[in-house]
């Protein structure tokens, strides 16, 4: 299996400009998680779903974070208008099964930086 | 809300050394505690997960440890390499399927 799949890899835009992140899960996994990382505030999870149904998304900053998840293969994550403060490395996870019992596969991250 | 601290922020040692990294969880009502491992510029990988149920886990030279009832994990690495340079991060799951993570150690190991 190729792993979880995420793109783009690096992304430098603009403030006020719109963002698309993209992610592809393990084929077969159930749950897709999206996270930040940063220097200050570590990783922290924004949202995931489960059978492509948003489950938590108590983690999103505020509304100009935005996701979705169409089909069991596919996910975005996006900002609009982007600022400066939400430039981060975004992963996206994937696993089988939410209970305590499976590990979460990590992508390899978009570093995104806002101007 | 849980926090997780991790102890040190860095370490270095030189390489054949043993070390343990710590990690410490305010709340006991865990489901797991998974240790991994980020690369620079790249993403995490999982190395062990741990059950509430259990107390410890094993991989190859990677020993993890915990201790729900005080709050605690160690991962113990043994015959330390130039190759297990990283930051490792212990993630906490609770029961609302979230992870919380430590801020990481930063081992450097010198050849």
């Known amino acids: 299996d190729a792993g979880v799949i995420q793109s783009p890899r690096h992304e430098v835009t603009e403030m006020g400009q719109e963002v698309t992140l993209r992610c592809k899960p393990i084929s077969g996994h159930d749950y897709l998680f999206w996270y930040r990382q940063t220097m200050m505030r570590g990783l922290e999870l924004l949202i995931y779903f489960n059978n492509n149904v948003p489950i938590d998304d108590s983690g999103m900053p505020e509304d100009r974070f935005s996701a979705k998840m169409p089909n069991a293969s596919f996910s975005t994550l996006k900002i609009q208008p982007s600022e400066p403060r939400d430039s981060a490395v975004y992963f996206c996870a994937s696993s089988l099964g939410g209970t305590g019992l499976h590990t979460q596969y990590f992508g390899p991250g978009t570093r995104l930086t806002v101007l | 809300k849980q926090e997780v601290t991790q102890i040190p922020a860095a370490l270095s040692v030189p390489e054949g050394e043993n070390l343990v990294l710590n990690c410490s969880f305010t709340d006991s009502a865990i489901y797991n505690l998974q240790w991994f491992r980020q690369d620079p510029g790249k993403g995490l990988t999982s190395l062990l997960l741990?059950?509430?149920?259990?107390r410890e886990q094993t991989s190859g030279r990677l020993n993890a440890s915990l201790d729900k009832s005080s709050g605690r994990s160690t991962l113990y690495i043994a015959a330390s390499q130039p190759g297990d340079s990283a930051t490792y991060l212990c993630a906490v799951k609770t029961g609302a399927n979230n992870l919380f993570f430590g801020t990481g150690t930063r081992l450097t190991v010198i050849p």
């Open positions: 741990i059950q509430s149920s259990q």
